[in-house]
Structure formats: C-alpha cells, structure tokens
C-alpha cells in the first residue's frame, strides 16, 4: 500500500503542477470521468464470442454526438450484434495524415474464474478497480473516449485528425473488427501513426521503471503433429501404438530450446530497463545488452532468463504443446492422435528451419509436422523518430524517472495489421502495472490501481496531444 500512497501525492502534483494549456484544461476531470466511463464500459457484457460490442458503440457514439463529435458506426452488415466506432475530432491541416488511436471493446469471458467480484460491475477495493477489461482494454477505451472529447471541448484544434477506431472482435481474431476495417476503410491506413494495446508501463518496487512501446511482435505459428496407426480391438494391443507415439513425440518437442539471442529491438530494451530492474534481473540483463544481435547470450545467464517467463519469451523462439486428440473410444486402438503445438517466433526467424527442426525431432517417433504458413513478417515500426520523443516527453510530465524503451510483444496484437498495410505502429498499455498484476490479464479479479488508472489516462492524453499538435 505504500506505493498507493506515495503515488497519490505524486499524482496530485502531477494534476496541479503541469501547465493547463498544454494537456487540456481539466486534468482532475478527465480523470474522474474516465473512471465513470470505465464503469458505463465495463457493465456492458461484450464477452466473445459472442461479442454484442454494437450497444457498446453504439453508447459510446451517442456520447461523443451530445458533445458535437463525428462519430459513426461501421461493420459487416450481417454481423448481429456487432459493430466498430470510428470517431474524429478534425484537425486544422488536411495536408497532415492522421493520428489513429485504436482500443478493442471486446473481453475475454469468466466462465471457471473464480471472482471476488461481479466482473461486470466496477467494483472498487483497496485502492483497486475490479472489472472484466479493465486492463484490455476497457481501461484504454474509456480513457481514449475521454480525451477525444477534452481534445474537441477544448476549442483547440490539433494540427491533424485525430481519429478514435474502437474495435470489436479482438480476441477472437477480428474478422468482424481490424480485419473488416482494414478491408473496407481503407482511410484507416493512411495514418501518420497508429496507437494500439501491446506495451508496457512496469511498476518495479515502488515505482515506475520503465514505459515499453510495442514497435514489432513475435509471430505465431500452429504446427500440427499427427501420428496414425493401426486400429483394431484394444483387447489386442498392436506395437506401434499412435497415440504413445504421439506422447513420446510431444515430449521430446516440449524440450526443444531455441538460442537465447537479441534483435535490435530487444537489445535496445535491454538496455533501456536493465538499471531499473531489481537483482539479480539487472545485471543480467545488462550483460544481455551487451550482446550483439545475432550472437547467442552467454550460458552462464540461461539459468536466471530461463527462470523468468517474460524474459525467456523475449529472447528466443518458443514452441509449446496447447492441444491433444487422439482416439475415438475407450475400448479400440487409435487410427490416429494429433496434437497442436503453438510456436512464436522471433521476427527473422526463419518458419521452414523451424518447421524441420520440428519434423526431425518427432520423426523417430513415426510422427509428422504440417502447419499453415500464413503468417507475414511485418516491418518494425521506428525506434527513434518522433513517437519516442512524444512517449518520452508525455512519460517525463508523468513518471519523471522512467526510461521509454522500444518493445517487443510476446504476444500478437492488431498492430501487425496495420504494420504490414505500410502504417507506423505503436503498441502500449499505458497504465502502470506490476507483473504480478498484469498477469491477471485474461484471468480472475483483473484489476487496475486507481491511481495507476489516472496516471496512465494522463500519460496517454499527454502523448496523443504531443502527436497531434
Ligand atoms: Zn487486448
């Protein structure tokens, strides 16, 4: 609770302190009714699938109508229930492309999830808000609505369109989301720049450390392994065995490792965030640093990476089995068993060198590899122009003493989209989280500090107004 505490008075400073002219004249406001919207938001069930994102857009559009914003709904026409929001506050020049902030209004469901709270009620304990989304990406949503309507109430023109693209359909692949709007708006890719969900703003100890800015992501691949066999009456038992193939297949991929190596992006982080880490983390992540792309990371450091999830993931290629099928009744030999192994990439690496290292370690075993190469390496947003000096500028109002380093997502987000039309873009979650919190992302009591709720809503309209002036 200490950090709560200290932060509140940070906080306060922050809100009092910064020149009003420059972020909009209300930031107490702002914040308390991005904490209202949030609230409005969260209470909308918009669990996919199904998804019902259209009454929540449909909200969202009457509100930012009554205060005089362009705002319209889009979609396919035969998806029930489903709806987009584009909303623009228009800026003074027509020759500058827009700033686009996209958010997704979608969640994941709480079915077995265990709840302290109503996860569709926001529910505030202990300096907490408790809700469904909160942290992806309502939070990021009710924050955004808000500061496009500050941005239009203000009076004061931004130099370029800012537009609001809230999405529906981004947890279950965005047929009806990113996908159909990129397909059929095309204006959306004319964008100066794109600001999505998919960074970080780390809480270490006590404070803020560092601002992560998504600028590529690790690309996913489903290998399927298969192994067939002979079938028959299992009162008869056949050497050969497919589904004990497939078993022993599945291990020996579950203890593939790839080399633990950085890319330009994830040496340029390294070095960014090392000094803020707590030990042993520091120092081993500056040696990382040390490395040149393209070198392996020295053994000695594999224990301690390997020991840390985000930092395994970071650094090399993983592939993980997520899915098995095998058989068809208790009582007769399998004619085949399958199992899904999930594979992220780092981004050069190569899929069909991958592909044959699979191939090769389930081969022995009678066990074969397809997968659908349908994934496209999406160029890397840049590291060093204009978007890191706005973060850095926005960060330094906000939390003084954190680095802003340019990030790599383990994950996939809509950015990949974007980046691969030929869009600069930009992944982050701007408010500041813990590990420890952030990974109730997805699960059960996901929550966000209700100051780290201002802060991030002031970080972001910061940074949204430093793009568009
Ligand atoms: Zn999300």
Known sequence: MGRRISISATLLAVVLVLPLGAAGDDRPGLVERTRATLATLVAFDTTNPPGNEAELAAWARDSLAADGIDARLVGPPDADGRANLIARVPGRSKSKKPLVVVAHVDVVGTEGQAWTTDPLTLTEQDGFVYG????????????????????????????????????????????????????????????????????DVRIVGDGVAYVGLQTTEKLSYTFTLTADGQDGHSSMPLPNNAIARLGAAVADVSVLRWPLRTLPTTRAFAEGVAGSLEAPMDTTIAAVAEVAPGDPVPK??????????????????????????????????????????????????????????????????????????????????????????????????????????????????????????????????????????????????????????????????????????
């Open 132 to 199: 469904r989304g909160v942290i992806d990406n309502k939070g990021m949503v009710a924050a955004s609505i808000e500061i496009l309507r500050a941005m239009a109430l203000s009076g004061k023109k931004p130099k370029r369109d800012v537009v609001l693209l809230l999405a529906a359909d981004e947890e279950s692949g965005g047929t009806v989301g990113t996908g159909w709007l990129l397909a059929n708006e095309p204006d959306l890719l004319e964008a100066e720049y794109v600001l999505n969900e998919g960074g």
């Open 300 to 469: 000695v450091h594999e224990p301690t990476l390997e020991a840390d999830p985000f930092w395994n993931a970071s650094l090399r290629t993983t592939c993980v089995p997520t899915m098995i099928d095998g058989g068809t009744r208790s009582n007769a030999l399998p004619a085949r068993a399958t199992a899904k192994v999930n594979c992220r990439l780092l981004p050069d690496e190569d899929v069909n060198a991958a592909a044959a290292l699979l191939s090769e370690t389930v081969e022995p075993h009678g066990v074969t590899v397809t997968f659908n190469n349908s994934g496209k390496v999406s160029p890397v947003s840049p590291e060093d122009g204009p978007v890191f000096k706005a973060a850095r500028a926005a960060a330094g109002d906000v939390w003084p003493d954190a680095v802003v380093a340019p990030f790599m997502g383990t994950g996939g987000t809509d950015c990949r989209r974007f980046r691969t039309a030929g869009a600069a873009c930009y992944g982050l979650l701007p408010f500041p989280l813990t590990a420890d919190d952030e990974r109730r992302m997805h699960g059960t009591d996901e929550r966000l500090g209700v100051d780290d709720l201002a802060e991030g809503t002031l970080f972001l309209q910061q940074l949204i107004l430093e793009l568009s002036r």
